[in-house]
């Protein structure tokens, strides 16, 4: 059995519907949309393949309607794409989103997954890179083969003990210095990270379209050009 597995995708339909690696299920770990600005496409997507899947804290935003607060750099760039998803997204879209779940147990071609998009301590927002003592931590009431996990846009594979713990990247807006879509295949209980390129400029292009701010474009275009590789200053010269 061959398992897709994505997260943060972020409303990028251009990367997301670059992976045509064939599939038998779908587990999605969270953040459908914000940054760009295509969600409804995305959302039409997860909703006719996504077996299991989980709410990221973009989505809950959305679904929410939860007033972007100011702040600078990726916070900005969220702001500056919320208002407009609200136009974008009908109520039964915004329902798909809001009734994610926000952990979920699935056994899928004998494997037993645990999906959450950050943490189990703080399902949406811990932010935990890849530190393995904390992840041994976190995961130790888990009872999983494979724990999937999104958030911070970095993909990676360990094992912890009996489990497996696995961030497939970003599907939309990757920031581990690599451009391209990020996701991962699991096949028969082996995990396989993969990478795809897209059409970066169509991103951008219906962006400006539907009337994102200039700034928030070239922010936008440098992020994903550079895989996320963006120095402080470098977010800064946008704010
Ligand atoms: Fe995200």
């Not at 409303?11 to 969600?39: H, K, M, Q, R």
């Not at 645990?114 to 890179?129: I, N, S």
Request: with cysteine; hydrophobic share 40%; net charge negative.
């Amino acid at each position: 059995m061959k398992i897709l597995v994505i997260a943060d995708v972020h409303s990028n339909w251009p990367a997301l519907a670059a992976i045509e690696e064939p599939f038998d299920a779908c587990l999605f770990v969270g953040d459908l949309v914000e940054y760009a600005t295509d969600p409804v496409p995305c959302i039409n997507w997860a909703q006719q393949h996504v077996t299991a899947g989980v709410r990221g804290n973009h989505d809950h935003a959305v679904a929410q309607r939860v007033t972007a607060r100011d702040g600078g750099g990726f916070r900005r760039l969220a702001a500056a794409t919320r208002p407009l998803h609200w136009d974008l997204i009908d109520q039964g879209r915004l329902k798909y989103l809001a009734r994610l779940p926000v952990t979920q147990h699935v056994e899928l071609g004998g494997q037993a997954f645990f999906l959450v998009h950050a943490t189990p301590r703080d399902p949406m927002d811990e932010y935990l890179a890849d530190d393995v003592d904390t992840w041994a931590e976190r995961l130790q009431s888990v009872d999983a083969d494979i724990v999937c996990v999104g958030h911070t846009h970095l993909p990676f594979h360990r094992q912890l003990g009996d489990k497996q713990l696995l961030n497939p990247g970003s599907v939309g807006q990757p920031r581990d210095g690599d451009s391209r879509a990020s996701y991962a295949i699991v096949e028969d209980g082996v995990v396989h990270l993969r990478r795809v390129e897209y059409d970066i400029d169509a991103t951008l292009g219906q962006m400006r379209a539907v009337g994102v701010e200039p700034w928030a474009v070239d922010l936008t275009g440098e992020v994903l050009r550079s895989g996320g590789n963006l120095s402080r200053e470098q977010m800064g010269r946008f704010q």
